[in-house]
């Protein structure tokens, strides 16, 4: 593919949107989810949650209610972790599926009404919702940024009954968003970099 935007040094807009994706209890259950990558993930999403409330920049909050499970609403798990639960968002979306374009209150119509265009996607897990969200985002028309150290994902196992490392999932993910440009696929200090700008 040509050289684009999303080869381009990063830039922020001043209302860019830190979307803080299903950042719950409920996935501190390794009997659960398995082994996981990117130990650093929640040092890299409080090093963002900390900048965005230093420019004045708007959080987003996602939490994600399974019917059962470490997530179902009701249990510990489903729970924000203490350094997001600390956070007051300009906006707490609470879903059942995948994307967070389809959650209550919605989303995408609260981006149109603020003329927001650009979200920082972060959470968990890389290559389930966050992923997700960052496509449809990309389907959308906005400028989706992906910064895949501020996320992490879990060992999982394929149909064939082959189990892929996390990191190779996140790396996959990855490779789709930037190639068939879905979302601008960069670092945590990148991020950063272009917040103080």
Known sequence: MNTDAFDAPLTLDSD???LLIDVQQ???DQDYWGPRDN????????ELIAAWQATGRPIVTVQHASAAGPLAKGAPGYELKDFVAGVTPELHVTKTVNSAFYGTPDLHAWLQARGARQLVVTGMLTNVCNET???MAGNLGYDAVFPTDAMHSFDMTGPDGTTVPAADLARATATTLHAMR????????KVLEAAKA
């Open 182 to 189: 879905f979302a601008k696929v960069v670092t945590t200090e």
């Open 26 to 28: 409920g996935f501190e």
């Open 39 to 46: 130990p650093q993930a929640e040092q890299r999403m409080a």
């Open 16 to 18: 860019a949107v830190l």
């Open 133 to 135: 969200t960052a496509r």
